[in-house]
């Protein structure tokens, strides 16, 4: 059974820097894309960065510069460097994968992610 399990989430004040973690099991995802999406109540679900499997990168224009998405394929592991927070990133994140193979395009849809982890809420104070 595939499970994604983030971990890093919590408050901090707005400027400030956190580091989301995500570790994969249950499958292989050498070959996946990963990524990060957040949502706050009342919104959909927004995309915020995307790594292919040979470590090309895509980020929401909202986080270019501020935030870093990177991966460890030996630790099945994801980051999203957070720098820079400001509150209207405040939010649950979520760490996703995709179920197919992506290696020179990142994927950027809800739709094309097919394995999605529990969330960790990152709140940033005014």
């Known amino acids: 059974q595939v499970q994604l399990v983030e971990s890093g989430g919590g408050l901090v004040q707005a400027g400030g820097s956190l580091t989301l973690s995500c570790v994969a099991s249950?499958?292989?995802?050498?070959?996946?894309?990963m990524g990060w999406f957040r949502q706050v109540p009342g919104k959909e679900r927004e995309f915020v960065a995307a790594i292919s499997s040979i470590g090309i990168t895509a980020y929401a224009d909202s986080v270019k510069g501020r935030f870093t998405i990177s991966r460890d394929h030996a630790k099945n592991t994801e980051y999203l460097q957070m720098n820079s927070l400001r509150p209207e990133d405040t939010a649950v994140y979520y760490c996703v994968a995709t179920r197919d193979s992506w290696f020179r395009n990142v994927p950027s849809h809800v739709v094309q992610f097919g394995y999605w982890g529990q969330g960790t809420q990152v709140t940033v104070s005014s």
């Open positions: 249950g499958g292989t995802f050498d070959n996946s894309a």
